[in-house]
């Protein structure tokens, strides 16, 4: 299947900073990648839908000046967290469609803000 | 209700065995159905796309009845290496947005 990398894997930050997850399509062209957040024991929930050359569209209840996305390539989305807090901590995957409309998911990003 | 519905499990299953899982979606106007596996603390992976017709691969079967809006997944000749989470997911009609269940925790016992 299609490859998509996310970096970094986990990160550990202080409270009021800002962290930045990158997201890249390593062998195919992704004109929209999506977000999603995982807490523990709880299913993916979908926070924006990032679209290259064009703003995002976040989700109901989603923040969108606290959760920054950027979509400047059609290889690349970032989704920045800005002044993270504990409730942040999660596990933040993105996803990029494939040919055939099928997700493919970066590796996740553990976040945890202390 | 939600969107998408699934038992979260576990089912504990020997190996050898064949085991089955349901999941219900709640709009009927979805058209696109998969089947992901989780592994602990890792990203989904893609199990395999679900098709009107219903589609087979190796071990793993999946079906789609969208009369009753449920799809379903059946693994047979059960492996280790098969203890996982399922996710079910269902596209938000007319969109690539995808809306997953929670999960199916399989646990397959040597």
């Known amino acids: 299947g299609a490859v998509v990398s996310q970096h970094p894997s986990w990160v550990i930050c202080k409270s009021g900073t800002s962290v930045k997850i990158e997201c890249r399509s390593l062998?195919?062209?992704?004109?929209?990648m999506f977000w999603y957040r995982q807490f523990p024991k709880q299913s993916l929930m979908l926070m924006a839908t990032?679209?290259?050359?064009?703003?995002?569209?976040?989700e109901q209840g989603v923040e969108k000046d606290k959760f920054l996305i950027n979509h400047a390539s059609l290889t690349l989305s970032t989704l920045t967290v800005t002044s993270a807090h504990p409730e942040d901590s999660s596990f933040y995957i993105c996803?990029?469609?494939?040919?055939?409309?099928?997700?493919?998911f970066g590796q996740g990003t553990r976040l945890t803000v202390v | 209700r939600k969107e998408v519905e699934q038992d979260p499990g576990p089912f504990n299953v020997p190996e050898g065995a064949t085991v089955a899982f349901n999941c219900t979606y709640s709009?009927?106007?979805?058209?696109?159905f998969f089947w992901y596996r989780q592994d602990c603390r890792k990203e989904p992976k893609l199990l395999m796309s679900v098709y009107s017709s219903g589609n087979e691969d190796g071990r793993f079967t999946a079906q789609l009845n969208r009369a009753s809006q449920y799809i379903s997944l059946l693994i047979r000749d059960s492996k280790l290496s098969d203890s996982a989470t399922y996710l079910c997911v269902v596209n938000q009609p007319g969109t690539y947005k995808y809306i997953f269940g929670t999960g199916t925790r399989l646990k397959v016992l040597a």
């Open positions: 709009n009927s106007a979805s058209q696109s």
């Open positions: 996803s990029a469609l494939g040919p055939n409309a099928e997700a493919f």
């Open positions: 062998d195919f062209q992704a004109t929209t």
């Open positions: 990032s679209n290259e050359g064009s703003k995002a569209t976040y």
